[in-house]
């Protein structure tokens, strides 16, 4: 747990820095790809289902990527 915990703290530091180097925005999608992530290992390594919600997220998610990238 209190690895789990310092690796949180650790991440949560590096993305604050990253904001300060880059904008925001395009910071922030980048975190939410983890949510991809977690979903690519939900299914591949847990064998959980992928219901309409979750591929419904993940394309909505990879949607808002897009739509940061063009602007």
Do not use: D, H, N
């Not at 977690?38 to 847990?46: E, K, N």
């Amino acid at each position: 747990g209190l690895a789990g915990g310092a690796m949180q703290l650790i991440s949560y530091a590096i993305a604050i820095w990253a904001m300060t180097q880059a904008p925001i925005a395009l910071v922030a999608a980048l975190r939410e790809t983890s949510v991809l992530f977690g979903v690519l290992l939900a299914a591949l390594l847990l064998k959980e289902p992928l219901r309409p919600a979750r591929l419904a997220a993940a394309l909505l998610i990879v949607t808002g990527l897009a739509l940061v990238r063009l602007s």
